[in-house]
């Protein structure tokens, strides 16, 4: 394995869309703060989906943020260099003499207990912080913790039963095997942790995920503007409905999700049916809490 990170900026753009204007402002911002580096989008004309039955599924249900969940990963094992997700904007120069490589982005969330249905309670009312590979991570090629993620979603498959999926995101895959090696979710500090480095949310993060109120700071790199592209509409709209109680605790954000619960499930059934929708609610009740329904 080879130490050298190359001067490549790596990006997944899967499902032959239209980018929006944000995305290209986005992408624009790379070659502005870093015009020495190699921008390289990677699609299915250069990426092969079948590699992975965890990617072939996910892209045989135009789950394209999914399928980027996995094909980063091979990418950056192969090639190495630095991978941003299209909805993460530079705002200074990427100075690699400065950020000690290799790394791993955080950002706050609220941290699920798979032990009940309630939060846990961190040291800020709940909020910690979890590893989001997509806002920015660096590696040479053939690094050993690229292999074990890479290892992990080969034991995975994307489809769970007829009709629904597995919603885990790799900020979930990524963030409780990293916590296994040390990680602290409640530390608001750069943490080492087996040799890469994971810098807190004011560093790739930019506007806090719970609050949306700006943390940049001098030592502010970029901004994730969190275009939830894995989200559909109606799923969005849940979304934003529930961003009003993010920020208020977690105790007042669990009760905003009991209360669009209903909600939820209306759309659902309109737009899927009562039996599928059944079909995920007792999944969800068997304790699988990241289940999402198909067209």
């Given at each position: 394995?080879?130490?050298i990170?190359?001067?490549?900026?790596?990006y997944?753009w899967?499902?032959?869309?239209?980018?929006?204007?944000?995305?290209?402002?986005?992408?624009?911002?790379?070659?502005?703060?870093?015009?020495?580096?190699?921008i390289?989008?990677?699609?299915?004309?250069?990426?092969?989906?079948?590699?992975?039955?965890y990617?072939?599924?996910?892209?045989?249900?135009?789950?394209?943020?999914?399928?980027?969940?996995?094909?980063r990963?091979?990418?950056?094992?192969?090639?190495?260099?630095i991978?941003?997700?299209?909805?993460?904007?530079?705002?200074?120069?990427?100075?690699?003499?400065?950020i000690?490589?290799?790394?791993?982005?955080?950002?706050?969330?609220y941290?699920?207990?798979?032990?009940?249905?309630?939060?846990?309670?961190?040291?800020?009312?709940?909020?910690?912080?979890a590893?989001?590979?997509?806002?920015?991570?660096?590696?040479?090629?053939?690094?050993?913790i690229l292999?074990?993620?890479?290892?992990k979603?080969?034991k995975?498959?994307?489809?769970?039963g007829n009709?629904?999926y597995?919603?885990?995101?790799?900020?979930?895959?990524?963030?409780?095997?990293?916590?296994?090696?040390g990680?602290?979710?409640?530390?608001k500090?750069?943490?080492?942790?087996?040799g890469?480095?994971?810098?807190p949310?004011?560093?790739?993060?930019?506007?806090d995920?719970?609050?949306?109120?700006?943390?940049?700071?001098i030592?502010?790199?970029?901004?994730h503007?969190?275009?939830?592209?894995?989200?559909?509409?109606?799923?969005?709209n849940?979304?934003?409905?529930r961003?009003?109680?993010?920020?208020?605790?977690?105790?007042?954000?669990l009760?905003?999700?009991?209360?669009?619960?209903?909600?939820?499930f209306?759309?659902?059934?309109?737009?899927?049916?009562?039996?599928?929708?059944?079909?995920?609610?007792?999944?969800?009740?068997?304790?699988?809490?990241?289940?999402?329904?198909?067209?």
């Open positions: 394995m080879t130490s990170i190359p001067k490549k900026i790596h997944c899967f499902g032959n869309g239209d980018m929006s204007e944000l995305e290209k402002k986005c992408i624009a911002s790379w070659g502005k703060f870093c015009p020495d580096y190699e390289k989008q990677w699609d299915e004309k250069n990426f092969d989906i079948k590699d992975c039955k990617a072939e599924q996910a892209y045989a249900s135009k789950k394209w943020a999914f399928v980027a969940d996995y094909a990963f091979v990418i950056l094992f192969k090639e190495g260099g991978y941003f997700d299209t909805d993460v904007e530079l705002v200074k120069m990427f100075d690699s003499s400065k000690t490589m290799p790394f791993f982005s955080s950002e706050s969330c941290r699920y207990s798979r032990d009940n249905f309630f939060y846990k309670n961190g040291e800020q009312n709940g909020i910690e912080d590893v989001n590979p997509g806002i920015g991570m660096a590696f040479p090629a053939e690094h050993p292999r074990e993620v890479i290892e979603y080969k995975r498959e994307f489809l769970i009709h629904l597995d919603k885990t995101t790799v900020v979930n895959i990524v963030t409780d095997m990293l916590i296994k090696k990680f602290n979710p409640s530390k500090d750069i943490q080492y942790v087996d890469i480095t994971i810098y949310p004011e560093f790739f993060s930019g506007i995920n719970i609050s949306k109120k700006d943390i940049r700071t030592n502010t790199i970029a901004i503007h969190g275009a939830g592209s894995w989200l559909s509409g109606k799923e969005k849940i979304v934003l409905m961003k009003k109680f993010k920020g208020k605790g977690a105790v007042v954000y009760i905003g999700c009991m209360l669009t619960m209903p909600v939820q209306y759309y659902e059934c309109i737009q899927y049916g009562a039996v599928l929708t059944l079909k995920k609610y007792f999944y969800f009740a068997k304790g699988h809490h990241k289940v999402g329904i198909l067209n």
